[in-house]
C-alpha cells in the first residue's frame, strides 16, 4: 500500500527551532512537498524537494533522503503565527496527483 | 494574485439530496483536484481532472462524481448524500508540467458540508 508518516503533533516555544519528520512509502515518486494549514483556512504550499539534500527558503527549510524515503520540514525562530498543520505529500509519477500524510499539528507556546 | 474559489463555505443537505459542489480557478490551470479532508486521515483524492471534459478517479471516488466543462471549474456531486460524506471538500488546481511548477497546488478555501 501507500501511506506517508509523520507525528500528530509537535509543541515547541517561540524562538526554538522544530523539525517535522516524513516517512513514505508510495509505488512511483517524484517529489516531496509540504503544506501549511492554519485552522479554517486552506492549505498553502511551503516547499517541494525531488532531489536529495536540503532547500532554504527563508525560515523554513526542507530535506529530503530518497534512498531512506524520508524527509522533513524545519522552522527555525519560530513565531506564535507557525501554529498550525502542516502535511508533507508526495507527488506522485505518472499523474500529477499527491498522496499526503494525516498532518502534524504544530503548537507554538509564547 | 491567484485565486481559486468554492461556491460555498457551509452547506447543510439532507440524506439522499443531490448535492453541487462548484470550484473556479483564475490562473488558466488545465490540472484540478477534489479532496475531503477528515480529522486524522489528512486530505484524500476524490477525483482529478487534466483537461475539459476529461477526469480520473482518485483514492476514494465511491459515491461521487464530477464534471469539468470549462476549463475554468470543476463540479464535484454526490449523487444521494449520505451522512458519511459529511466533510470538509477542498478543491485545489496546478499547472501541468512538472518542470514548471506543476508540484505546487492552490486550494480554495474549502466547503464543510453536513449531511443530516
Known amino acids: 500500500g501507500q501511506s506517508l508518516e509523520q507525528p500528530s503533533e509537535v509543541t515547541a516555544v517561540e524562538g526554538a527551532i522544530v523539525q517535522i519528520n516524513c516517512t513514505y512509502q508510495?509505488?512511483?515518486?517524484?517529489?516531496l512537498s509540504w503544506y501549511q494549514q492554519h485552522d479554517g483556512g486552506a492549505p498553502t504550499f511551503l516547499s517541494y524537494?525531488?532531489?536529495?539534500g536540503l532547500e532554504e527558503t527563508g525560515r523554513f527549510s526542507s530535506f529530503l533522503s530518497r534512498s531512506d524515503s524520508y524527509g522533513y520540514l524545519l522552522l527555525q525562530e519560530l513565531q506564535m503565527k507557525d501554529s498550525a498543520s502542516y502535511f508533507c505529500?508526495?507527488?506522485?509519477?505518472?499523474?500529477?496527483?499527491?498522496?499526503f500524510g494525516t498532518g502534524t499539528r504544530l503548537k507554538v507556546l509564547a | 494574485d491567484v485565486k481559486v474559489t468554492q461556491s460555498s463555505r457551509y452547506l447543510v443537505k439532507r440524506t439522499g439530496e443531490k448535492v453541487f459542489l462548484e470550484c473556479v480557478q483564475d490562473?488558466?490551470?488545465?490540472?484540478m483536484f477534489w479532496y475531503r479532508q477528515d480529522p486524522g486521515l489528512g486530505l484524500r483524492l476524490i477525483y482529478f481532472?487534466?483537461?475539459?471534459?476529461?477526469?480520473e478517479k482518485g483514492d476514494i471516488p465511491e459515491g461521487y462524481s464530477v464534471s469539468r466543462e470549462k476549463k475554468e471549474r470543476f463540479s464535484l456531486i454526490l449523487e444521494s448524500a449520505s451522512t458519511n460524506q459529511t466533510s470538509m471538500y477542498l478543491c485545489?488546481?496546478?499547472?501541468?508540467?512538472?518542470?514548471?511548477?506543476?508540484?505546487?497546488?492552490?486550494f480554495g478555501p474549502g466547503t464543510r458540508l453536513t449531511v443530516t
Open positions: 508510495t509505488s512511483g515518486f517524484y517529489g
Open positions: 481532472s487534466y483537461d475539459v471534459k476529461m477526469k
Open positions: 524537494n525531488a532531489l536529495d
Open positions: 485545489a488546481s496546478s499547472s501541468p508540467s512538472r518542470d514548471r511548477g506543476g508540484y505546487e497546488q492552490y
Open positions: 505529500a508526495v507527488f506522485t509519477s505518472g499523474t500529477y496527483k499527491y498522496i
Open positions: 490562473m488558466d490551470h488545465e490540472n
